[in-house]
């Protein structure tokens, strides 16, 4: 399983940016994937989800402002960042968990960073 994220920068509050993530080495239209996050001296949380059928979860902090999605036809989940603001700074990460239900791994990509100035 190789999860291969891109598309992190450094952008102007307000601005927007696109995430993107290559997913191979499973079967990507069945699975759930993730974004999280992870600031500074913070602990990694939950952004978004997206499900196999399209259904999706976003964070509090995301709702109204960012949007996942997926291509299945290209292994691919984004990530749409809109009016981004300095708290949205960290390091983020797709995701995604395989296996059986009683004992699912996490699977994670390299992470890309994302900087939000004021």
């Known amino acids: 399983v190789q999860l291969q994220a891109s598309g992190g920068g450094l952008v102007q509050a307000g601005g927007s940016l696109r995430l993107s993530c290559a997913a191979s080495?499973?079967?990507?239209?069945?699975?759930?994937m993730n974004w999280y996050r992870q600031a500074p001296g913070k602990q990694r949380e939950l952004v978004a989800a997206?499900?196999?059928?399209?259904?999706?979860n976003y964070a509090d902090s995301a709702k109204g402002r960012f949007t996942i999605s997926r291509d299945n036809a290209k292994n691919t989940v984004y990530l749409q960042m809109n009016s981004l603001k300095p708290e949205d700074t960290a390091v983020y990460y797709c995701?995604?968990?395989?296996?059986?239900?009683?004992?699912?791994?996490?699977?994670w990509g390299q992470g890309t960073l994302v900087t939000v100035s004021s």
């Open positions: 080495g499973f079967i990507f239209r069945i699975d759930t």
């Open positions: 995701n995604t968990r395989i296996g059986p239900p009683s004992n699912r791994r996490n699977y």
């Open positions: 997206i499900t196999a059928d399209v259904a999706t």
